[in-house]
């Protein structure tokens, strides 16, 4: 047997580690996971979810290193010796054995050498103080966040920003970050629609005053509008880089200028409504009030909505669009849709801006 036998072997433990490395949903479905394996002892993010980082990217990272030694042991059992397997299984066992001693050095440690802790301690105090602190806005439901196939996720919260992949993550505070967009790319999402477009902005972030390495992540366009709501610093924009408004942005602003032609809706109460329910930034400006007549044929009856405005005109906008057929954007602003808390039907006659008193009614939003 020669060095050919390593060739076959060799293809299907590159797929499994490939698929073990970057797991794709079936695998995450399934716990085929190095750190569902490890749950136990990785914890609850709940707890403390710097620490919880921290362990999971220690497992990530070992199991990683030792993931060669599996070859390695097929290698010393079943494929005669030769200079080139004698290499191959070394480096493997070489691999793990390195791998451990990194795992036992960062937990005899206490992790208090791992670049992450360092950099919590650059911001002064007691370093299990901040990491509360984190974790308490880490769980927060107004937090904005991002994720990308179970490789990346972004947390923007009142203070903190962290960046999260599968073997690091970065967490700073948000007065030392300085955001720039500095490329595009647009993905076709309907061939048949050549405008029916996705365009995602890679982001770095940068942490000017601080030893803290710069990093990227990527956001839609509609959920850079988002974040630019939640950061306080303005976002800079590489000049090559142009916003490309979505189809349900183009939608919202349609829905927008239509029901601005409809009658005002009084509403006393107004200093006191919560925040939007669904973007939590906004007060809620509109009410479906029925008010037409008419009924399309194949439809069904609208129906009068007795819930208290809630609802921003964006995220009604953006409700109404999901509601529609998608195939069918032509249409979409002749459809109906339901009131998202009591399901009574409404369309577009229906949906009016509020106002305090009867003497705003013919006067502008």
Wanted: with cysteine; charged share 20%; aromatic share 12%.
């Amino acid at each position: 047997m020669d060095d050919k036998s390593l060739v076959l072997p060799g293809a299907i433990f590159a797929l499994f580690s490939i698929a073990m490395i970057w797991p794709p949903d079936e695998f995450v479905s399934a716990g085929a996971t190095f750190e569902h394996l490890f749950y136990r002892w990785i914890g609850d993010f709940s707890l403390n979810i710097v620490e919880y980082q921290l362990r999971k990217i220690l497992v990530n990272r070992v199991c990683v290193a030792c993931l060669p030694a599996l070859f390695s042991l097929y290698i010393i059992l079943n494929v005669p010796p030769t200079a080139l397997s004698t290499f191959v299984a070394t480096a493997g066992l070489a691999s793990m054995i390195m791998g451990l001693a990194y795992a036992f050095y960062t937990i005899s440690t206490n992790f208090s050498q791992t670049r992450q802790v360092k950099e919590l301690a650059l911001y002064g105090g007691d370093v299990h103080r901040l990491m509360t602190e984190i974790t308490q806005e880490y769980l927060e439901f107004a937090n904005f966040a991002v994720s990308f196939a179970h490789s990346s996720r972004e947390v923007v919260g009142s203070h903190w920003l962290i960046h999260i992949t599968r073997f690091d993550f970065t967490i700073v505070n948000l007065t030392d970050v300085v955001f720039e967009v500095v490329r595009s790319a647009t993905v076709d999402l309907n061939i048949e629609r050549p405008n029916d477009q996705l365009q995602f902005l890679i982001i770095e972030a940068k942490i000017p005053h601080k030893n803290i390495k710069s990093f990227r992540f990527r956001v839609r366009t509609d959920q850079f509008r988002d974040l630019q709501d939640r950061v306080a610093a303005p976002i800079g924009m590489a000049r090559n880089v142009i916003l490309h408004q979505s189809l349900n942005e183009r939608f919202v602003k349609a829905f927008v200028s239509c029901i601005d032609k409809n009658p005002r809706a009084v509403y006393s109460r107004l200093g006191e409504l919560e925040p939007c329910f669904g973007c939590s930034s906004e007060i809620p400006n509109v009410k479906i009030e029925k008010r037409c007549t008419s009924i399309i044929e194949g439809a069904r009856e609208c129906r009068q909505c007795f819930c208290r405005p809630m609802w921003c005109v964006g995220c009604l906008g953006r409700i109404f669009a999901a509601k529609q057929e998608q195939e069918r954007p032509d249409i979409w602003l002749d459809g109906q849709a339901t009131c998202p808390t009591c399901r009574a039907e409404f369309c577009m006659l229906d949906v009016a801006f509020v106002v305090a008193e009867e003497s705003q009614l013919d006067g502008n939003f």
